[in-house]
């Protein structure tokens, strides 16, 4: 597969806690000019992001992160926030007490919650695959669809595990036709990358593909000079 095709579907992440601006800065640059579906940064340089960037990027970044655990309503805040300062998507982390506990019409009324103060923007909500058994899978993708989320993503990339071949397949079996697939978390080689692309996923979230590209493109002017 075409590295520049599938640099369209990765949104370029730096969730680093220890980021700092002048790192979010470039990689917003990098993301806009390797042609990326967006920068997944933190909430705190959305509007400084915004600011840089103008209309030229689309910005995602992340509510209830990493653990999921924060209240429905600071969620719903935490998204309007990041909307006034110029984020265009959503990526949420689900509460996984509630899935342990079996609380799926408290989960669904979350989602719900949620991606009516996205305004319309995409919502992709992250499940951690790696702490849920089968059952808990198929039943958060049938929730996800029935709230009328964007996405079903696989991974905070901060957990025990990240995406995983078996189930980006599981999710595309059980989503609805409008719901899609953000595979994240250990997503380094283009042959990975275009390996979940073509089980079905539609978003990777990645740090590494814009890193292998850019190498590969000054390696290759290295080469011309000499």
Sequence with gaps: ???KQILRHCDHTLLRPT???????QVCDDALAFGCASACIPPA??????GHVGNELKLCTVIGFPNGSSTTAVKVFETEDAIRG??????????????????????LGELRAVKASCQGRILKVIVEACLLDRTEKIRLCRL??????DYIKTSTGFSTGGATREDVALFR????????????????TLEDAADFLLLGADRLGTSAI?????AAE??????ADL
């Design 173 to 188: 079996a059980h989503i609805g036709p409008e719901v899609k697939i953000k595979a994240a978390g250990g997503i380094r």
């Design 86 to 107: 110029g984020a265009d998507e959503i990526d949420m982390v689900i509460n996984l007490g509630w899935v342990k506990e079996e609380r799926w019409d408290d989960v």
């Design 218 to 223: 000054e390696g290759k002017q290295t080469t």
């Design 210 to 214: 814009v890193s292998l590209v850019k």
């Design 1 to 3: 597969m075409d590295p």
């Design 144 to 149: 996800i669809t029935e709230a009328g989320a």
């Design 45 to 50: 340089y959305i509007r400084q992001a915004a």
């Design 19 to 25: 980021a700092t601006w002048p790192e979010i800065r």
